[in-house]
């Protein structure tokens, strides 16, 4: 399984607000049945077993952000590949959590 951090940011906009620009990059990859994605304060996790669609994920996002008339965009894409285990986004948040419940190793 493949997870990947995506965090997009539009510079030179009148705002520093970026959570229209966010919300019409993950509206952009909705129709994406094998890339899952969960919205974080600081990105976008996404979940796909295949990489190509992480980056075809990507590149779509980033040009919904440029649609809406913004002429530079940063990206930064954080990739996480495992092959020995299959592992969803939520089974990994559930690994940490169990550490935090317990009272040490």
Same mark, same amino acid.
């Not at 940011?9 to 890339?35: C, L, N």
């Not at 965009?73 to 969803?88: G, H």
């Given at each position: 399984?493949?997870?990947?951090? *995506?965090? =997009?940011?539009? =510079?030179?906009?009148?705002?520093?607000?970026?959570?229209?620009?966010?919300? %019409?990059? *993950?509206?952009?990859?909705?129709?994406?049945?094998?890339? #899952?994605?969960?919205?974080?304060?600081?990105?976008?996790?996404? &979940?796909?077993? %295949? =990489?190509?669609?992480?980056? &075809?994920?990507? /590149?779509?996002?980033? $040009?919904? !952000?440029?649609?809406?008339? !913004? /002429? %530079?965009? &940063?990206?930064?894409? #954080?990739? $996480?590949? %495992?092959?020995?285990?299959?592992?969803?986004? $939520?089974? #990994?948040?559930?690994?940490?959590? /169990?550490?935090?419940?317990? &009272?040490?190793?």
């Amino acid at each position: 399984m493949i997870h990947a951090e *995506i965090s =997009i940011y539009p =510079i030179g906009t009148d705002s520093t607000s970026v959570s229209i620009y966010v919300a %019409r990059a *993950i509206e952009a990859i909705a129709d994406f049945k094998d890339v #899952k994605y969960k919205i974080t304060p600081m990105g976008t996790v996404l &979940e796909s077993d %295949r =990489i190509e669609r992480i980056f &075809e994920a990507t /590149k779509i996002m980033t $040009d919904a !952000v440029h649609r809406m008339g !913004v /002429k %530079r965009v &940063e990206v930064i894409l #954080k990739i $996480d590949s %495992r092959s020995d285990k299959n592992q969803t986004i $939520d089974s #990994k948040v559930d690994s940490v959590n /169990k550490y935090l419940k317990s &009272e040490g190793p």
